[in-house]
């Protein structure tokens, strides 16, 4: 079954045994100032200053001391030292610039917030590679990228900040992070929360772990989008795995269908047919999560509401096998070629280049286990259990690791973490991550917000004129609460004096 | 200056230059069960099995998947399945039977709160021992010697444990720890809250660290102690070093206080001679840990308020110089031979052969790096500053490791800890280890029980006839505390049922 490398969190079941994509491009930026970039619909500069700071490879072990330039973002137009704050992004797995440009968020509460942005790469991703080049040469190098790092990276980043921005002493840090970064940020807070006041962790699925949740509860939602976004349009998809299946029996039949669907490289043998479903699926999977209300591009470029876009050619599922997959491609072709330029569809990429496949697959052999399965019943894709024998197995091929499927509960609590306080959990109820997030209330400080129009942590980007209202009342709950923890901090800062 | 091993926790800066004792000989177990042990004056028969859990070596980095046996014991003689609790002991740098034995409290409140005892040995210590002999070879094989991965262990036992003991899933447990145990219960609620309900971290210098307290204060309050014990008792040792320096410039001197010392190993030259006086340094230290209201056997055999026994000898400082190391020989007699058996003083003992002096200087050369240093004035003993570049060089040579002095508080808080929860910590006023304690309430959870008679945790000693009624009154404050955590598990779990 499906095969891809998700979003900021990528589908760890369906990775292993699959091509290794080369890992991102690592961008030569060619000033150490004033970097632009294209939000939305508008057209806004965006002026940070791109920092290094040296960080341990191992803060967990003495045997070695050497350290690598940890890449860090700061945008201070509208810091005060007076009263103000300091919102620091926790990197997941990509290229720090590209999440900074893709939080519009942060830029857009920094004024009411008199708000430093500190944007932290993560180990192993874009610049911030401990081993440069030969990172991912083995597991020895791989060694160091884990959450407990990258954790450790950040309070040190922070102590360093503190210790080196006149006025960052005495401020209130907030952590926010989207996705991977959601589960970094609220993670942070709970490991580190004499270092930040408090987290604002959109679609972060922390109990995406061992049986915490049911493992098809993530593609039911993907199915979900798709039946409610058009008439049979998930009947359609469903029937589609079948339809391939029959016409791919012969050389004829391959031929015809690399021809309808436009690959770049046509289909030789069943190992391809089985990369062309998986290449599909991530594409649902990777429409579900970006289902946004307006154009953008994240991913890909996308019209508003791609889902519905996707559905108009997938409104009769009772069609011959050919007329199916003739509608499939208009429908892949929506999401791989809606600026119209693309010749052909090229399955080796599903999403932008930004995100470190190559470091996210070890993470999801390693502490991200994350069990995803599929019914074909409750879903639309074709039936697929969780098996964590052959992804252990796979995951020992590939890096020569073995997962530890229950760490992660052990580390970070699973489902018992009501003794933390001061996180905020976003979901988008159209964001398949939701089903692995906490949407829910768990005290008064552990609050779950939810955006029912919302795909994966819409809440983090920009404002535009296209936001539901469910949203605007989101990010207005969120600044709230963020509010509160600054005067909560300032207000035991006085008393301590 | 000084030299000590000291109790429990060590003096670092005594260490480096010193030679390197053994590590405490690794007890041989005969049998898996029953196991016997007096203390203090009564004979008590303390049943425990002792078990075997396969941990990983590494938990944060997945290039091994080693593992090696952390020992732990169990005592369920008073444990009830209906509305129990698990008393953890996390243990810390000795053999695990030592401080079980020498953990009476737990013993003597085990039936009042249903509770079933385990004691987990800290791993590289007693027989818990990642590469066995090897463990202690080069940096390469002790790499995995932090308090981080020993929290990792007790975190992976708990889960061990509730997964394998029936009736055990659905209980509280509470971490308990004296000195660097304490430090590690404390730290183990505030890192795992979602293992542990609450701790009682007894003697633990979380402080200790960096700038946070004076670096002067631990030798104060050793100092304060022999003062308040005896008249001009402080004073005497005080003069005692200068003496031994005008005594020992001639070989003639050498010789007449090898023998008035009744040193085992006479003196010969001018290190022996620093040896010698950083060896009474830390018998002052050990006096002032165990200054016990009654008879007692912690690190030696003793009598009650041994301080005030040393300083019968110590009254007239204006004596000659060889007056007066007779006189501290006396004092030195008292601790090193109560039991009248020894035929001469050995400078390469200072307590009990079960602490593992090894593993706690490779752990003082790394995180656990305490600033300690004296001036003469405001304490007993020769002016000696804390030297960070000193420290670490010793470091570097004996281990092979770069001391980073910050890190502690980075990863634990410092003072910063007002977040965390149902944590008691408990100091008496006698222990030096104090002045790195927590000794005033931080909130309402995060309590601070002072116990004015009393040395390195007494607390969690054995009930005796002699204890004091602020002992008493200590002890019955945290069963009040622990019971307190106990119910509020109780009641939240029937709430989310």
Redesign the interface.
């Known amino acids: 079954m499906g095969c891809p490398a998700l979003l900021l969190l990528h589908l760890a079941f369906l990775l292993p045994g699959v091509a290794i994509p080369v890992p991102p491009a690592l961008r030569a930026l060619s000033s150490l100032h004033l970097s632009t970039s294209l939000t939305s619909h508008r057209s806004v500069v965006r002026k940070y200053s791109i920092h290094y700071t040296e960080q341990?490879v191992d803060?967990?072990?003495?045997?070695t001391?050497k350290t690598f330039k940890q890449r860090y973002l700061i945008a201070d137009q509208h810091w005060k030292k007076d009263g103000g704050s300091i919102l620091f992004y926790t990197g997941n797995e990509g290229d720090i610039i590209w999440f900074c440009n893709n939080t519009g968020f942060m830029w857009d509460v920094a004024e009411e917030l008199k708000a430093m942005l500190v944007f932290a790469e993560h180990r192993y991703y874009g610049k911030s590679l401990p081993f440069g080049a030969n990172s991912f040469k083995d597991?020895?190098h791989?060694?160091?990228l884990?959450s407990?790092?990258a954790l450790?990276d950040f309070?040190?980043l922070i102590?360093h900040l503190k210790r080196t921005i006149p006025g960052a002493e005495n401020q209130p840090v907030i952590a926010v992070g989207g996705s991977y970064g959601g589960m970094l940020a609220a993670w942070f807070r709970m490991?580190?929360?004499?270092?930040v006041a408090g987290a604002l962790a959109a679609s972060a699925p922390i109990w995406q772990f061992e049986d915490i949740v049911p493992c098809g509860v993530f593609m039911e939602i993907v199915t979900t989008d798709f039946r409610k976004s058009g008439p049979n349009c998930s009947e359609s998809i469903r029937r589609s795995w079948d339809a391939i299946n029959r016409l791919t029996r012969t050389g004829t039949g391959l031929h015809w269908l690399s021809e309808a669907l436009h690959l770049c490289t046509p289909l030789t043998n069943s190992q391809d047919v089985q990369h062309l479903k998986d290449w599909i699926s991530e594409t649902w999977v990777n429409l579900a999560m970006v289902d946004y209300p307006y154009e953008s591009d994240f991913l890909q470029p996308l019209p508003a509401w791609p889902i519905k876009v996707v559905c108009q050619y997938l409104k009769n599922p009772h069609v011959s096998d050919t007329q199916l997959l003739q509608n499939i491609f208009q429908a892949l072709n929506v999401y791989y070629n809606y600026s119209g330029q693309a010749r052909c569809l090229n399955m080796s990429e599903t999403a932008t280049g930004s995100l470190g496949t190559l470091g996210w697959s070890y993470q999801a052999c390693?502490?991200m286990v994350m069990p995803f399965c599929t019914n074909g019943i409750d879903d639309m894709f074709e039936p697929h259990s969780w098996d964590l024998k052959e992804f252990s197995d796979d995951c020992f091929k590939q890096w020569g690791?073995?997962p530890?499927p229950?760490?992660i509960t052990?580390?970070y609590?699973?489902k018992?973490?009501?003794?933390?306080?001061?996180i905020i959990f976003s979901n988008g109820d159209l964001d398949p991550w939701s089903g692995g997030g906490v949407t829910k209330n768990i005290t008064d400080t552990l609050v779950a917000i939810t955006i029912p129009e919302g795909a994966h942590h819409l809440d983090l980007r920009a404002n535009n004129a296209f936001d539901p209202k469910s949203l605007l009342l989101a990010r207005s709950l969120e600044v709230k609460y963020m509010k509160q923890w600054i005067r909560d901090f300032y207000a035991?800062l006085r008393k301590t004096r």
Chains 1, 2 share one sequence.
């Open positions: 341990k803060h967990f072990g003495f045997k001391d597991s020895r791989l060694n160091f884990t407990e790092q450790a309070g040190e102590r490991k580190y929360p004499h270092m390693t502490e690791v073995t530890r229950s760490w052990t580390m609590g699973g018992n973490i009501s003794s933390h306080t001061n035991s």
